[in-house]
């Protein structure tokens, strides 16, 4: 075996080795009812599975259409949270076939799908910006784009949740920037969760500002208003 070779295949054993050790100390738990040993028990997939949709389908200031597909609680908030915040991207898949299913009822015409960026601060912490992984799901279910790369986020924001009405607006202005031709494109907007909806209307904001021809924006869930 080439000496290169020989080395890989170390390289993968220690890493095998590190990752059964991280898991002797560290075991994994599931993301909704902290179950020892497994990351999604099948009693919380399926519960998340079976949580009807709850349409709450809107027109915004500056989208077109605007929806979630339930409410920001229970199962669907644990799920959304803990793809968001704590690694579980695993949670991508049955939350990005509620988007689908969704998307087909509400029947809505668009050509490119993008998500909701985060700055590249955020991303880096995180690693992965999940919105971003529910877009490519459905871009791929519906045999579509999914434009990583059409709109920037140039300022990073706080999180808007726990913020009123008036913060929400400002906190998200002059946040987006287009950096890609979208003239004449019916865009859909991805995002992980809504509240106030500012987010994706200043998204939408600029986006048509550099000519898009409809803005759409669909969330897994709908956080409160107040």
């Known amino acids: 075996m080439p000496e290169t070779a020989a080395w890989a295949d170390k390289w993968s054993h220690l890493l095998l080795a590190a990752e059964w050790l991280t898991d002797l100390v560290f075991p994994p738990l599931c993301w909704c009812c902290d179950r020892v040993d497994v990351r999604s028990c099948q009693d919380c997939l399926r519960a998340l599975q079976a949580a009807p949709l709850q349409m709450t389908a809107r027109r915004a200031d500056k989208l077109d259409r605007e929806a979630a597909t339930g409410p920001h609680e229970g199962k669907l908030r644990s799920a959304v949270h803990a793809l968001k915040y704590t690694g579980y991207k695993e949670l991508a898949d049955p939350l990005a076939e509620r988007l689908i299913h969704a998307l087909r009822w509400l029947d809505w015409s668009f050509d490119i799908i993008l998500p909701v960026p985060l700055h590249s601060e955020r991303l880096r912490e995180r690693g992965y910006n999940q919105s971003e992984l529910l877009a490519e799901r459905v871009a791929v279910a519906l045999s579509m784009y999914c434009a990583t790369d059409f709109v920037a986020r140039v300022r990073k924001t706080e999180q ?57 924006g669909i969330a897994v869930s709908r956080g409160g208003q107040s």
């Open 160 to 216: 808007q949740a726990q913020r009123s009405p008036a913060e929400r607006k400002s906190n998200v202005e002059g946040a987006f920037e287009v950096v890609a031709d979208v003239a004449g494109l019916r865009i859909l907007l991805v995002d992980d969760v809504v509240t106030s909806g500012e987010t994706l209307n200043e998204c939408a904001s600029v986006l048509r500002k550099h000519g898009a021809a409809a803005v759409f």
